[in-house]
């Protein structure tokens, strides 16, 4: 089974659980939280930009369009493609789309 750490939002102080196999977005979204914006969910879009303020994680494959090579070496991501591999604290960067 997957390590499990804890998330925390920088503004909010909400906490929630995620597993190191899961991205940070779509474990907030299983828990039915809303503390991060939700977009493409594919690494596309840059509705659920993050800067991570500690921890240490993964990330998959996100747009240049969204997160430039500069933006990730200073910790900002996509949640959709973040693996946490400790606890983490994160500010979000993304806004909510209108629906």
């Known amino acids: ?3 499990q750490h804890q998330v925390r939002i920088e503004v909010s102080g909400e906490t929630f ?3 190191e196999d899961r991205s940070v977005l779509s474990s907030m979204e299983t828990q039915g939280r809303r503390a991060i914006p939700v977009g493409c969910r594919g690494g596309g ?3 659920c930009r993050v800067q991570i303020l500690s921890g240490t994680f993964e990330v998959r494959r996100m747009s240049r369009a969204c997160v430039s090579e500069h933006d990730q070496a200073q ?3 996509l949640a959709c493609q973040l693996y946490p591999r400790s606890d ?5 960067l993304g806004r909510s789309r209108k629906t």
């Open 1 to 3: 089974m997957a390590a």
């Open 17 to 19: 659980p995620c597993n």
């Open 45 to 47: 879009c840059g509705a």
């Open 75 to 77: 910790g900002i991501v």
């Open 88 to 92: 983490l604290n994160l500010q979000v």
